[in-house]
C-alpha cells in the first residue's frame, strides 16, 4: 500500500492550539505540531508506521479512499414527509427524485 494515497487533511485545533494532521483512512490517528507543514508531515509518518506494523502483523490494511470504485449508488433512507417534499419539488421540476437529489447532493 502506498501511503501517499491516503486522505491527509491539517486542520486548526482551538483546543490544542495547535494544527491536527488527520488521514481520513485511519480516523483514530492523529498528529499535533505547530505549523501546518509539520501536522502534515507527522500524520505521514504516524501512518507509515502503523501501515508497516499492521503489515508485518499481517492485518488488512484500508484501502485508500482514492483507489476504491464507487457504483454511483447508495440508499438513504429519509423520514416520509422530507420524501414527499422531495417528490413533489421533482415533480415540479419535471425530473427524477434521484436526478434532483444528485443535484443537491453536488451542490453541497
Not at 470504485?69 to 433512507?77: K, L
Not at 423520514?79 to 447532493?105: F, M, Q, W, Y
Amino acid at each position: 500500500m502506498n501511503i501517499n494515497h491516503y486522505t491527509y487533511r491539517v486542520t486548526w485545533s482551538a483546543e490544542d492550539n495547535e494544527h491536527v494532521g488527520l488521514c481520513t483512512e485511519f480516523p483514530s490517528l492523529s498528529w499535533l505540531a505547530a505549523s501546518p507543514e509539520k501536522a502534515l508531515s507527522g500524520i505521514r509518518r504516524v501512518v507509515g508506521e502503523v501501515v508497516s506494523e499492521m503489515t508485518a502483523c499481517g492485518e488488512p490494511i484500508p484501502e485508500a479512499l482514492a483507489e476504491k470504485n464507487y457504483s454511483g449508488r447508495f440508499m438513504v433512507r429519509v423520514p416520509s414527509l422530507v420524501h414527499r417534499r422531495l417528490a413533489t419539488e421533482a415533480a415540479d421540476l419535471g425530473v427524477s427524485i434521484n436526478r434532483l437529489v444528485s443535484a443537491k447532493l453536488a451542490l453541497s
